[in-house]
């Protein structure tokens, strides 16, 4: 299968940070050079996208963990959705809970998409390969042009 071009970049937002090394692993076996910047908070995550100036400055993709401290998933992604520059940013919810009220409120809050976190390496890494071929390859995406 084709490989992720260069010069790609996802945020993961994530305050558990084995979670984060095990994603950047998944990312790292698919395609090393995808840039990932980690964000261990909502507060964070908002600080840092809101200050950037330019819209090519923005990343392809956002993950994004629910359960933080200071500034949950879901306050996280309303802060986002309510900027002009972050509004269509493509972000997907990243959860350990297959929770219907969860799922609802995530897409209610303007998530492009609702994932549950795999258990396994081997499953992780399906997910990461299956996130990368639609988002980064795949989708056009608004930071493009």
Sequence with gaps: MGKIATGRHVIIV??????????????????DTIQLKHLSDGAKAVDH????QEFRDLPDLVLLDINMPRVNGFETLQALRSSNLTRHLPII???TSDSVREIRQAYASGANAHMIKPSSMSRLQEFVRAIALFWLDTAA?????
């Excluded at 996208?49 to 950037?52: G, K, R």
Aim: aromatic share 10%; net charge negative; charged share 35%.
């Design 93 to 95: 919810i990243l959860s």
């Design 141 to 145: 995406l608004p930071n493009q042009n």
């Design 14 to 31: 994530d305050d558990d940070d084995e979670d984060v090394f095990a994603i950047r692993r998944a990312f790292s076996k698919y395609d």
């Design 49 to 52: 996208l809101l200050a950037i």
